[in-house]
Every structure is written in C-alpha cells, then in structure tokens.
T-cell receptor
Framework: NAGVTQTPKFQVLKTGQSMTLQCAQDMNHEYMSWYRQDPGMGLRLIHYSVGAGITDQGEVPNGYNVSRSTTEDFPLRLLSAAPSQTSVYFC???????????FGSGTQLSVL | AQSVTQLDSHVSVSEGTPVLLRCNYSSSYSPSLFWYVQHPNKGLQLLLKYTSAATLVKGINGFEAEFKKSETSFHLTKPSAHMSDAAEYFCVVSDETSYDKVIFGPGTSLSVIP
C-alpha cells in the first residue's frame, strides 16, 4: 500500500498564481484533511472531509478551496496565492474520525 | 477557547537518560488525547492515543503517556532515550465542538546527545 501520497513535494509560486496540491490515499479512508505547518504553531486545520461529496472548513480556510468527488482523492486549491500562504502543507486521512491520522510526506510551498 | 500547551519548545537529553515531554490541555470534558512524532523532513506518525480507557497509555518505540484529569496533563515519557528519538513531538486533543476535528499543540523538539 502507498498510504497517503502528496504531490508535488516542492512548489514556488508568484503572488496571484493559482495551483492545486494533490492528495490521494489507497486505504479506503472516509476521513481526509489538509493542514498547514508553520514554525512554532503546530499544525492548523484548513479543510476536512468525512466522505465523498462532503467537505467542511477548519481553522484557517480562507484562500483555499477543496472538493471530494471520490473517496481516494482530496485536492487542495489555492485560488490566488499570497506570501502568507508560504508554509508546509500536509494531507492526512483516517478510517472515520481523526483518531489515527495517516499523514503524507508534505508539500513545501513558497509564495514570492 | 480550547487549547493545547506544550510547556517546552525544545528539550535536550543524553542518550540513555529518561525523556519527559510535557503537555497540558484545556477542555470542559474528558477529551481524546494523542501524541504524534515527526522525524526531520517526514510526515507525522501516531505514537499513542488516550480515549478514556486506562489512564496510562503505552505507545510505539517504548513511549508512554499518563492522563491526569486533575492536572489536565498528558505528559509523554520514555525511560531511556535513543538517538533515533530525535524529532518533533506534537500533543493533540480532540475538539470538544466536533468529533471531526483535532487541535495540535505547537510542538516540542527533542534532541538526543550521544
């Protein structure tokens, strides 16, 4: 099993550009989520999904969009990148509720 | 507001000595609590979790944590540190407003000196 796969691993954007971070899991997990990790702040929840067709906002959703058309995939879209979105992004999944999260290896994003 | 406090941003221990990483939480009920570990340039991995069963929880790699409701604490310990334990450790608490969210602490960086 591949687990949780995130692409790309690194990305540099210019302010105002848009892009999509990809996340896929092959464990048939219902729950998927996106976090951003900033120094000294731990991980903060951006968006999450409890199943295909269902998404909801986390702590820091502004500037990000998600959709969940299949159980396996949960892409994160940056609509118009800003320097404040420079961060490391992690996708995570779990069977149902977030009681044992499996994490991807992360995407390091820089917005210039 | 609900929160998780990790009392030390950085802890340094010698190899073979005990490890103590401290975590306090605020919650109006008995939450689920977790410890995750992040090795350099890697994703996070669950070390252990407490979900209202035994108050002393054993995890992977020799780590354990004790839930103390009276102190609202969930400290992580290991009797003898190994070089491979050097990593970032996150204390995590379930969100009392939603079963679908958890809240991460800011993290404690553990260094192990040979």
């Amino acid at each position: 099993n591949a687990g949780v796969t995130q692409t790309p691993k690194f990305q540099v954007l210019k302010t105002g550009q848009s892009m999509t971070l990809q996340c896929a899991q092959d464990m048939n997990h219902e729950y998927m989520s996106w976090y951003r990790q900033d120094p000294g702040m731990g991980l903060r929840l951006i968006h999450y999904s409890v199943g295909a067709g269902i998404t909801d906002q986390g702590e820091v959703p502004n500037g990000y969009n998600v959709s969940r058309s299949t159980t396996e995939d949960f892409p994160l879209r940056l609509l118009s990148a800003a320097p404040s979105q420079t961060s490391v992004y992690f996708c995570a999944s779990s069977f149902r509720r977030p009681e044992k999260l499996f994490f991807g290896s992360g995407t390091q994003l820089s917005v210039l | 507001a609900q929160s998780v406090t990790q009392l030390d941003s950085h802890v340094s221990v010698s190899e073979g000595t005990p490890v103590l990483l401290r975590c306090n939480y605020s919650s109006s009920y008995s939450p689920s609590l977790f410890w995750y570990v992040q090795h350099p340039n890697k994703g996070l991995q669950l070390l252990l979790k407490y979900t209202s069963a035994a108050t002393l929880v054993k995890g992977i790699n020799g780590f354990e944590a004790e839930f103390k409701k009276s102190e609202t604490s969930f400290h992580l310990t290991k009797p003898s540190a190994h070089m491979s334990d050097a990593a970032e450790y996150f204390c995590v608490v379930s969100d009392e407003t939603s079963y679908d969210k958890v809240i991460f602490g800011p993290g404690t960086s553990l260094s192990v000196i040979p």
